[in-house]
Structures are given as structure tokens and as C-alpha cells.
């Protein structure tokens, strides 16, 4: 049972577009949601990361929408580069365990010029 | 500093055989992760472990032991290894629990890829 529902599974946006990926969750005590990079060939890297006391958070041209009473949230790419093609990832940690994050199946991206 | 590294960088066994996974990291990080990543599931959680002598399991930890003796090193076994474990392997650490409110990034390593024949 997929804890973490992420889509789609594969996006294609143009260069300066606005990628938008999606993630849905059941547990209401998960309480930390974090966004992962990955390239090919390598590790994820920690992206953004948001609790549920904030409906949005945003670094540089990414950004996190959290709506905590649908339990959904997303990831938007703002201006999206050539060099933002990759994987991305949506986890969640449920509040009282230390590290244990649960990952979303993953969004492939690609931005083409 | 290093950060997370892993070897082998790639492998492969035939069913039944036992080899251990490495992972070390100069970050002085307390807690440290083992995930495997398979296509159309993402990352799942093994094991993991919140300091030296402390493991615990995590999502999938059937065929896969774990210690760590020390608090850079935490190794990832598989006693008797089958082709369901045919994986690409990550191991993570970080300095506090992901999530808290320090410094919580969890930094992956490279990677293993690991076939099982």
C-alpha cells in the first residue's frame, strides 16, 4: 500500500514553463514532507522541505503548497531550466520516529528548450 | 569532507551467496539510513540507525542486517541473497532526526547498484 501517492509519473515542460508535481497522503501523523532531486547516476538530494503548520513555503523559483485539510502537496518550478530535468521525489516522516521517511514513487521531468 | 560514501559502486552475485554493502560518512552524523530504490516504487526504507549500538527496521528489512559499531560506518549485509534484492542500494545520513528542528538534511551516498542472478 502506497503510503505517498505522487504524480505524474513523467512530465515534459517547455523552458520557462511552470512544472507542477503532486503528492497525496493518507497519514495524518506523518507532520515533515521534504522534495528530492535525484540525477541519473546519482543520490537524492534534499530540494525543499515544509511542516504543516505553513501552507507554502518557497526558496528561489521552487516552491511547496501544502493543504493540510485535503492532505495534499505539491512541488512548482518556476521558470523551469534545462538543468531542472530529473527525478523528483515527495516523502513524508511520521511525527514521534526519527528519519524514517516514506517516498512517493517518483516524477521523471523534462524541459525542453 | 567525503560526505556519505558506498562501495562497491556496482556488483553482482548469484543466488544464495552473502556480501556486505559499505557505507561511511565524515560528517560525525548520529543517524544514518540504508533505502533501496526500484523502478516505479522510489525509495524504500530498510534499516536505519540513530547512533552507534541503536539500529531499527524499516519498511522492507526481511534479507538485510544492519549494526553499527561505529558512528561513521554503518554496513548493510545480505546473508543469503536472492533476485528479489536485485536493487540500486542508498545509504544516508544526517546530524539530526529528519524532520527536526536542526540541522535535519539527510545527505544520500552514490549509490550501488546490486544484481542478484
Known amino acids: 500500500q502506497q503510503q505517498v501517492k505522487q504524480s505524474p509519473q513523467s512530465l515534459i515542460v517547455q523552458k520557462g514553463g511552470i512544472s507542477i508535481i503532486n503528492c497525496a497522503y493518507e497519514?495524518?501523523?506523518?507532520?515533515?514532507f521534504p522534495w528530492y532531486q535525484q540525477f541519473p547516476g546519482k543520490g537524492p538530494a534534499l530540494l525543499i522541505a515544509?511542516?504543516?503548520?505553513?501552507s507554502e513555503k518557497k526558496e528561489g523559483r521552487f516552491t511547496i503548497s501544502f493543504n493540510k485539510s485535503a492532505k495534499q502537496f505539491s512541488l512548482h518550478i518556476m521558470d523551469s531550466q534545462p538543468g531542472d530535468s530529473a527525478t523528483y521525489f515527495c516523502a513524508a516522516k511520521e511525527s514521534g520516529t526519527a528519519s524514517k521517511l516514506t517516498f512517493g514513487t517518483g516524477t521523471r521531468l523534462q524541459v525542453t528548450l | 569532507n567525503a560526505g556519505v560514501t558506498q562501495t562497491p559502486k556496482f556488483q553482482v552475485l548469484k543466488t544464495g551467496q552473502s556480501m556486505t554493502l559499505q557505507c561511511a560518512q565524515d560528517?560525525?552524523?548520529?543517524?544514518m539510513s540504508w533505502y533501496r530504490q526500484d523502478p516505479g516504487m522510489g525509495l524504500r526504507l530498510i534499516h536505519y540507525s540513530v547512533g552507534a549500538g541503536i539500529t531499527d527496521q524499516g519498511e522492507v528489512p526481511n534479507g538485510y542486517n544492519v549494526s553499527r559499531s561505529t558512528t561513521e560506518d554503518f554496513p548493510l549485509r545480505l546473508l543469503s541473497a536472492a533476485p528479489s534484492q536485485t536493487s540500486v542500494y542508498f545509504c544516508?545520513?544526517?546530524?539530526?532526526?529528519?524532520?527536526?528542528?536542526?540541522?535535519?538534511?539527510?545527505?544520500f551516498g552514490p549509490g550501488t547498484r546490486l544484481t542478484v542472478l
Open positions: 560528517m560525525n552524523h548520529e543517524y
Open positions: 544516508a545520513s544526517s546530524y539530526s532526526p529528519v524532520g527536526g528542528w536542526g540541522t535535519d538534511t539527510q545527505y
Open positions: 497519514n495524518t501523523a506523518f507532520d515533515y
Open positions: 515544509i511542516r504543516p503548520d505553513v
